[in-house]
């Protein structure tokens, strides 16, 4: 391996000697261009000061590679990453590149044509900068296509989505439609209820309603609040409501229904912890019955705006010494409203006392509105502020007297 140097005072014979040696080399035209550009840039500020800069180089002919150093005489070459070949190394003043090449095919000293040169670089330059636009081009084409088909797809995802939704819904509605009992006709009596879960993340909850009229005529209502939230507190609701259903059917006495629903579910599941209000009303002469197993207690608006809770002791189901004392006895007249309710109506701001206040606030601005629409109005006013979601049920009673 032969090393070879020149000494250059300018930047022009610098740049001559440079694009002698790549030519000799057979440099590619648009990497002869760069290393002219960055053997110059390297060396510019100490050659416009005067100092003359030594430019050495060697062919390795078994590694075929072209090493060109270049020294100046101070420190003052620019930063690598910013030369248009990014050398292999700098060192003080001297900056080394290694790059493939042919074995020298002449003299470096012989002139060649700079112009012709210059040219045919300039030609490589242009060329690879055709071809780079060309790929820009083609990659921004694939990317739009991409992009396209991407766009497309979350069009599907986003229809499939909204199918699943849809489905989703329609599944909730029907488990709802699927515990909510049948309605029922009573004359002289008009019923309604709201009923809306604590989170959208699931469709039920453990409030539940039953209501049947009984072989004497009277109609029989149940509001049942069992622990916790959810599909599985459901489970809990619906065996008490169906044990309920069953004991009242069969006859046993309003008083006796919680205690013995307590012992019935017992045996099968002592996680089931919940309280109970049970109602018997007579359509005909508007004679009122309530036992209550630790609910919230009634609340009977009278058709002249006078209103109070009906308060029917006794404690629920799963508590201790559970079951109900007498009756409640009350006598409804016609145009009189009675709301039946879980504590997730009075209780959404932490302070029952101040739910049943604003409670009957709600109940005298919808006395006159129709009583299908009475239970959601109510639970629309006292749901503006939410501090403490839970499951709500409203069930409203009007005696029409038809």
Not at 6 to 35: K, M, Q
Not at 121 to 136: F, G, I, K, Q
Not at 268 to 289: H, N, Y
Request: glycine share 8%; net charge negative; proline share 7%.
């Amino acid at each position: 391996m032969t090393t070879r140097n020149l000494i250059c005072a300018t930047t022009a014979a610098l740049s001559r000697a440079v694009r002698a040696l790549a030519r000799e080399h057979a440099l590619d035209p648009a990497v002869r261009a760069r290393l002219v550009l960055s053997a110059a840039e390297a060396a510019g500020a100490a050659l416009r000061a005067g100092r003359e800069t030594g430019l050495e180089w060697a062919y390795d002919p078994d590694g075929g590679l072209l090493t060109v150093v270049l020294r100046t005489p101070d420190d003052t070459v620019p930063a690598a990453a910013d030369l248009p070949i990014a050398p292999d190394a700098v060192t003080g003043g001297e900056v080394v590149w290694r790059l493939p090449a042919s074995p020298p095919s002449g003299a470096v000293d012989a002139a060649p044509d700079e112009d012709a040169l210059a040219a045919e670089e300039l030609r490589a330059v242009v060329a690879a900068a055709d071809a780079l636009t060309s790929e820009h081009r083609r990659l921004k084409d694939e990317l739009a296509e991409t992009n396209s088909g991407v766009l497309a797809l979350y069009v599907q995802l986003d229809e499939r989505d909204e199918q699943l939704r849809t489905a989703h819904g329609q599944t909730l509605r029907e488990l709802e439609d699927a515990l909510r009992p049948a309605p029922i006709k009573a004359d002289g009596l008009e019923l309604a209820v709201h009923y809306e879960p604590a989170g959208t993340d699931a469709p039920t909850g453990g409030d539940l309603y039953d209501w049947f009229v009984l072989p004497d005529g009277t109609v029989h209502i149940t509001i049942v609040d069992a622990l916790g939230h959810g599909v599985t507190s459901t489970r809990s609701a619906l065996n008490v409501t169906h044990a309920v259903r069953t004991l009242a059917l069969e006859g046993h006495r309003l008083e006796s229904i919680v205690a013995r629903t307590d012992e019935i579910l017992r045996p099968f599941d002592r996680s089931v912890m919940a309280t109970v209000q049970l109602a018997r009303i007579d359509p005909a002469t508007g004679e009122l019955w309530l036992a209550n197993g630790s609910h919230p207690p009634a609340l009977l608006l009278r058709r002249d705006g006078t209103a109070r809770y009906l308060e029917a002791r006794g404690r629920g189901i799963g508590f201790p010494l559970p079951g109900s004392e007498t009756p409640l006895t009350e006598r409804l007249a016609p145009g009189d409203l009675l709301l039946l309710y879980t504590d997730g109506l009075t209780e959404s701001r932490r302070d029952p006392i101040e739910g049943e206040e604003r409670l009957i606030e709600a109940a005298h601005k919808h006395l006159q509105s129709p009583t299908e629409e009475v239970p959601g109005a109510i639970a629309e006013d006292m749901h503006t502020v939410i501090l403490h979601p839970d499951d709500t049920l409203a069930l409203a009673v009007r005696l029409t007297g038809q």
